[in-house]
C-alpha cells in the first residue's frame, strides 16, 4: 500500500510470474501431464488478467488498493485450493473462442483414462464397451415432443459421470461373467455383447 506506483507494479507482475515460472519448468520437467495443464490454463488467465491490468492503469491505477486488488486476483488464479483458473478459462476463455466441444471431448477423455488406470486389465475390455454402449442410446427426435423432453435420451456431463461412475462402482463382474458364460457356453471376450447378452442392472441411473 505504502509502495511508490512504479514499485507496487513491480511487485504485482513479480507475485504472478516469478513462482508460477518456476512451478512451469519443474511442470514440464516431470512425466506427470497434469500439472502441465494446470499451469499452461494458469498463463492463458494470467496473460488476460495482465492486458486488464495494464489497460485499466492508465485510468484507476491511482486508486488506494488498485495493485492489491490485481495480488488477490492473481492469487485467487495461482492456488489450486481455489481452482479460479480452471473456473475462469472453462466459463470465459474456452466460450470466447469457440472451444466447448474440444474442451467436452478432452474431459470425456480424461475421464476414460482415470477409469481404466483404476480396473483391472481384465476388466477394462468390458468397461470400455459399457462406455460406449452409454454414449449409442436413442438420441432425441426433433419431431417427438416427448423423446425430446425426456432428460433420459440425451447424454451430457453430468449423467455420462454417473453413467461412468455407475460403471467402476456398481457393476458385479461375477454376475457378467456367470450369465455370459451360460449364455454363449464360454468366457467373456473382447466381441462379448453387454446389450445383448447381459440384463441391465436395475440399479443402472439412465
Not at 3 to 8: A, E, F, H, M, Q
Amino acid at each position: 500500500m505504502i509502495l511508490p506506483k512504479d514499485l507496487k507494479r513491480f511487485v504485482t507482475i513479480a507475485v504472478g510470474t516469478v513462482f508460477p515460472l518456476m512451478a512451469s519448468i519443474t511442470a514440464i520437467s516431470t512425466p506427470d501431464k497434469t500439472d502441465d495443464t494446470f499451469w499452461l490454463t494458469y498463463w492463458s488467465c494470467y496473460g488476460l488478467l495482465f492486458v486488464l491490468m495494464d489497460w485499466l492503469e492508465t485510468y484507476i491505477g491511482r486508486i488506494w488498493g488498485f495493485f492489491t486488488v490485481v495480488i488477490f486476483s492473481t492469487v485467487y488464479l495461482m492456488l489450486p485450493m481455489f481452482q479460479g483458473s480452471e473456473k475462469l478459462f472453462r466459463n470465459v476463455l474456452v466460450p470466447l473462442a469457440g472451444l466447448k466441444e474440444s474442451l467436452l471431448l478432452r474431459d470425456a477423455v480424461m475421464l476414460k483414462k482415470q477409469i481404466l488406470d483404476s480396473l483391472p486389465a481384465d476388466r477394462q475390455s468390458e468397461v470400455r464397451k459399457l462406455i460406449a454402449y452409454s454414449f449409442d442410446i436413442e438420441t432425441p427426435d426433433d419431431e417427438d415432443d416427448h423423446d425430446a423432453n425426456d432428460p433420459r435420451l440425451s447424454i451430457n456431463h453430468e449423467n455420462a459421470k454417473a453413467v461412468l461412475s455407475w460403471a467402476t462402482s456398481a457393476w458385479n463382474p461375477k454376475i457378467y461373467r456367470r450369465k455370459s458364460s451360460q449364455q454363449q457356453g464360454g468366457t467373456p471376450n473382447e466381441t462379448t455383447s453387454l446389450v445383448q447378452d447381459v440384463e441391465t442392472p436395475k440399479e443402472f441411473p439412465y
